[in-house]
């Protein structure tokens, strides 16, 4: 049997880990054959609660579980990992606008990047879902000098997963017939879930799914905003943020990471920009991507029209908004 994983979830103590823990234990992230090493992170106050969700992995009886260490100092959780689920931060109640979030988290990516930075393998993949995802994912690079940028990728999946669904439900298909949705930018609602170069299987032919939907009003308007506010849509419905649909999320991001995307399909992360598609380079923007090797390239070359350049430009624009003000509050 291969060497154990190190694999850190931080927030473990939270409602997206309990959801995230139990399908990392059990395989489906890093694969069936693969032992694992659950390094749990949560803050002090939390440790009390964090030992319940051991004694309940414990209970769980997984084999491919070797060891659990749950830990309330960074440098213990970050020691030689190898992949971390960043879930850690204060969570979005309702009405709460994401900038009230920025300030207080900000500094919690701050400090976990300078621990990954010292402690952790260079190797060492992570996903940032705290939100504002993409800003804190930024900022935990940038204090994690030593790790690659293209380790540090945040997660649009869920906003993947949504307009997927929402074109699904639309055609009557199931879910897995809907290929290649993009989210462009930033998770919140200034997010440009694209159809544009979107397939759909329908009776064995693949055919685009604006062709398919034949409704170029309803994807332009209402799709788009049913996807951008689905977050809130759901805060409003259970009085929580999404966590079981978050953590299937997180686990589709990390699974791609590590086994590649299939064929010439390609899925959504927010990864470093180096510019393409005219996108401030340095900001951590959600691109379609492709991997193999564990490693993600951005797909080039589709057509932009002006209706998706306004789009993926307006949230550009937030995401340099959110990195300027995040930048000054780890500076002041
Ligand atoms: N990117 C996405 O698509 C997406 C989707 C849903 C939720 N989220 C975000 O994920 C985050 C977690 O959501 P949740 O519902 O699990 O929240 P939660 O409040 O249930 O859990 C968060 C956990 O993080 C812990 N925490 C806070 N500060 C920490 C620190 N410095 N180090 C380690 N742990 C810390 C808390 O103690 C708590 O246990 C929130 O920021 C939420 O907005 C992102």
Request: hydrophobic fraction near 45%.
């Amino acid at each position: 049997m291969a060497e154990p994983l190190k694999v850190v979830v931080t927030g473990a103590a939270g409602q997206i880990a309990y959801s995230l823990l139990f399908s990392v234990a059990k395989g489906d992230v890093f694969g069936p054959d693969q032992p694992l090493e659950l390094l749990l992170l949560d803050i002090t106050p939390m440790m009390e609660v964090l030992n319940g969700v051991v004694m309940e992995l414990m209970d769980c009886a997984i084999p491919l579980v070797k060891n659990i260490v749950a830990t309330d100092d960074p440098k213990v959780a970050f020691k030689d990992a190898d992949a971390a689920f960043m879930v850690g931060a204060m969570p979005r109640k309702e009405g709460m606008e994401r900038k009230d979030l920025l300030k207080a988290n900000v500094r919690i990516f701050k400090a976990q990047g300078q621990a990954a930075d010292q402690v952790a393998k260079k190797s060492i993949k992570i996903i940032v879902v705290g939100n504002p995802a993409n800003t804190n994912a930024c900022i935990m690079s940038k204090y994690a000098p030593s790790i690659p940028k293209a380790n540090f990728t945040c997660m649009t999946r869920l906003d993947q997963n949504r307009a997927q669904a929402q074109i699904a439900s639309k055609l009557g298909v199931s879910n897995g017939d809907v290929t290649n949705v993009i989210i462009w930018g930033n998770h919140s609602s200034t997010q440009f879930p694209d159809v544009a170069h979107a397939s759909v299987n329908i009776n064995g032919k693949k055919v685009t799914v604006p062709e398919a939907v034949k409704n170029d009003n309803y994807l332009k308007n209402e799709f788009i905003k049913t996807v951008q506010q689905r977050g809130a849509a759901v805060i409003k419905a259970r009085k929580l943020s999404s966590a079981m649909s978050a953590a299937k999320a997180a686990c589709d991001h990390m699974h791609d990471w590590f086994f590649g995307t299939k064929g010439n399909d390609f899925v959504s992360m927010g990864v470093i920009s180096d510019g393409s598609y005219g996108i401030r380079e340095g900001l951590m923007y959600s691109y379609p991507v492709r991997i193999k090797n564990k490693t993600w390239s951005i797909v080039q070359g589709l057509d932009i029209n002006q209706f998706a350049r306004e789009k993926m430009d307006a949230t550009a624009a937030e995401l340099t908004e959110e990195l300027e003000a995040a930048l000054a509050e780890c500076e002041a």
